[in-house]
């Protein structure tokens, strides 16, 4: 999506060789308008998807599947959460998921009234690194005894292996902007 | 607002005297499409608010704002983080948090990049019960030297004073549906 990889390019800060700083607009500070796009253009992609419901995880995740699941015509969205809140009084699938950056295990979790058997899930999120998250995520899916229909990345941080990952568990991967290298500040794009 | 209310009494749930669950279309599965029309009220509201930017707290006040900002003409929308991510290299603002449902201090932060002495703030969240969370949330755009020109919520308990502690302060505050109190399972509105 070359509006996003221009984006990425004139706001994002490459730091060191493996992390992408896009917190200006993406995943801290949030343009608006360039997330209705990626909505726009994960809608375009996963047009013939069948997808019934999008999933994501919170929190940096939810303006793109916001944004997705209203320009696939307002399908129900649900966002993973990362704690138990005490409305969460029916039961839920969990799953681990480790975090590489910051070393540490959560657990990630969906209530079973909104994940269900005849659901078809597309996931949304804004990184695709190694795709830890995701796998979680598929767990839920696959605990609910639903499908995974695809799944959509913002950005991805193509050397950590996170698609090829995803790809060889049967699942399609398509991430908007795929960054291949981060040398000496520069972001170099697949 | 009517929709919202029609909507809590159809598909909210009351547990014991204190719990609102409304978890199906608010703050863990998502209707978007309610979701816009909430953002369209708060965009009626505050217009006169003269508004730059629309702060929230991750993780379930996202869609709310992202929604909002949108209805005041693609506003940049900021959440605040509740860990620290290995991206947030620029220096942030700290708030502490306390949370009476969960009995645990979290700290709510923003890069110091995404708030600015020139901004007007308008702080949008899911809920307002007790005003800890708003509270954190002002002493951000107060450390920021910006103002804060108005406070949203999406549903308001009101027996637990968070509003009257807002105004009190002289914020602005705005709630679209107020539950004054939960009978028996039964929402009663304000």
């Given at each position: ?56 995880v919170e929190a940096?995740g939810i ?16 966002f993973a959460k990362k ?108």
């Open positions: 999506m070359k509006l996003l990889e221009d984006r990425i390019l004139k706001d994002g800060v490459g730091i060191g060789t493996e992390i992408v700083k896009v917190d200006s607009f993406l995943n801290h500070q949030v343009d608006v308008e360039l997330t209705d796009k990626i909505g726009e253009e994960f809608a375009r992609i996963f047009a013939e998807s069948g997808a019934t419901k999008v999933l994501t940096s303006p793109a599947a916001v944004a997705t699941a209203r320009a696939m015509g307002n399908l129900p969205m649900v704690a138990a809140p005490n409305t969460m009084v029916d039961g839920s699938y969990t799953a681990p998921v480790k975090s590489f950056t910051k070393g540490t295990l959560s657990t990630v979790r969906v209530s079973k009234s909104y994940l269900k058997a005849e659901d078809k899930v597309l996931i949304i999120d804004d990184f695709l690194a190694t795709g830890e998250a995701a796998i979680g995520l598929l767990d839920l899916v696959r605990q609910a005894g639903a499908k995974c229909v695809g799944y959509g990345a913002v950005v991805e941080k193509a050397w950590q292996g996170g698609a090829k990952r995803l790809e060889e568990l049967g699942y399609r991967v398509e991430s908007l902007a795929v960054i291949s290298s981060i040398v000496d500040g520069n972001i170099n794009f697949k």
